[in-house]
């Protein structure tokens, strides 16, 4: 997409009125079940409650309505009731910002003040929107912005499914009345990544349910093979992902020694390149997917010779994969440099001479920010200090 108009920023809202001291249960990130749950807690009786779960659930997540008034196949009463004990929120769209290439970002308010940052990629066929899990992350990859900032917290299903609700709403993409999803041509947001801010296998439960919520043919209706989680290798949770969610799975392989990966992806020290590849080589079968991911962000003299291309390879034997190699984006005080161009197609010939797809990753939205790992809040003051990020990367 060649946009070409110039980087805009709009504060959207102001500061939220009431939304935190409202008691009422917020419907959006509940599972059917969890659904089904409240509304009996709220007096709807027992046989009706798995019709008044699919009518609330095709509103909510096929019409994008936000009124229980709107709800117009439910009796007013019913509307009535359901406004005292419910409320249907997403987190908050604090600004956005649009890059010359089109590219979106926008910055989220949750409940508790944080922010987390959420980005849109237009591509000419489909629409990919990057979501955060957590707000800051626990790990402490070194070349990873997110990776200097401390855990805040875990983000619920409700903030997680939200995001792509907040985006739905910003590109005006709920369905007109008497139009399915999809009969308009192709969806602007046709595509889910968990590439934004955190870890989500450290926050399962909540990642698992707002996917679900995503994939449920009545609601978003996405298709699993349209989201693709993204892990640094919680090797433990691999094959839960594969049986609880099923979506595509992308792995920041990054290094082909330990001696390396344990410098760039310190989970690396916990689960090693040879139990990662053991949890990947069964995840295909278990999701009954296709081609694993491998992220590969190439780092100026670090990870990017050709005995590293050539050592990947050997690694990712027998596993179906495809390899994507991610010019290192920079941020202030970042401690690596980006490869050069001509190494990074060095190395990309290599694993495509060997049969693979090795797209390199056009780097989106570098104007604002936008690019994979440059995500950070704002306004977070938990910050690891410049000394243990260098220490982390073995540069000290
Ligand atoms: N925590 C998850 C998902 C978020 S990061 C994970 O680590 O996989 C999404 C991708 O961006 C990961 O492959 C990550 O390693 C990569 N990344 C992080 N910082 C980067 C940077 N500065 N430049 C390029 N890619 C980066
Ligand atoms: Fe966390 Fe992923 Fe960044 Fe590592 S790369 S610090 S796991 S967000």
């Known amino acids: 997409m060649t946009a070409t108009a110039p980087i805009t920023q709009d504060v959207l809202t102001l500061p939220r009125k009431e939304a935190e001291t409202d008691s009422r249960v917020n419907l959006v990130g509940l599972t059917r079940a969890g659904l089904a749950e409240a509304l009996r807690d709220a007096g709807t009786p027992d046989k009706q409650v798995k ?28 509307r009535a009731q359901l406004a005292d004990h419910f409320r249907i929120e997403l987190p908050e769209m604090v600004s956005r910002q649009i ?32 979501i955060s899990s ?44 008497g139009v399915g999803t999809g009969e308009t041509g192709p969806r602007l947001l046709s595509n889910i990544v968990l590439m934004g801010m955190g870890e989500p296998l450290y926050n399962f439960e909540s990642v698992r349910d707002a996917m679900q919520i995503a994939m449920d043919g009545e609601g978003i209706a996405l298709s699993r093979r349209r989201i693709t989680l993204s892990t640094s290798g919680v090797v433990p949770e691999i094959a839960r992902t594969a049986e609880e969610i099923g979506c595509m799975l992308a792995i920041s392989f990054h290094a082909t020694t330990d ?6 992806v310190p989970i690396n020290k916990r689960w090693n390149i040879e139990s990662l590849l053991e949890a990947l080589r069964a995840y295909p079968k278990l999701s009954n997917s ?29 596993i179906p994969a495809k390899i994507n190699l991610i010019p290192f984006n920079e941020w202030p005080g970042s401690p690596y440099q980006r490869s050069d161009w001509k190494r990074i197609k060095a190395f990309a010939d290599i ?46």
């Open 259 to 264: 001696e390396v990966r344990d410098r760039l």
């Open 99 to 130: 890059s010359d290439d089109g590219t979106r970002k926008y910055l989220v308010r949750i409940a508790g003040g944080h922010e987390v940052e959420v980005v849109y990629i237009p591509e000419e066929d489909r629409g990919t929107l990057c």
């Open 51 to 78: 019709m008044r779960v699919n009518q609330i659930w095709q509103w909510v997540y096929h019409w994008g309505v936000r009124d229980f008034d709107a709800m117009t196949n439910l009796s007013k009463a019913y």
């Open 290 to 318: 296709e081609r694993i991911t491998f992220e590969y962000v190439m780092l100026k003299d670090v990870n990017d010779s050709d005995e590293d291309a050539r050592r990947l390879l050997k690694h990712i034997k027998g």
């Open 134 to 177: 957590q707000v800051g992350c626990t790990l402490t990859c070194s070349f990873c912005h997110t990776g200097t900032q401390k855990l805040v917290r875990n983000l619920t299903a409700g903030e997680i499914i939200g995001q792509v609700m907040m985006a739905r709403d910003d590109l005006d993409e709920w369905p007109e009345p």
């Open 351 to 396: 694993i495509y001479k060997a049969g693979y797809a090795s797209p390199i990753r056009t780097p989106r939205g570098e104007d604002i920010m936008a690019a994979c790992g440059q995500l950070k809040s704002a306004t977070e003051r938990a910050r690891k200090s410049r000394a243990q990020i260098a220490a982390e990367a073995g540069l000290k």
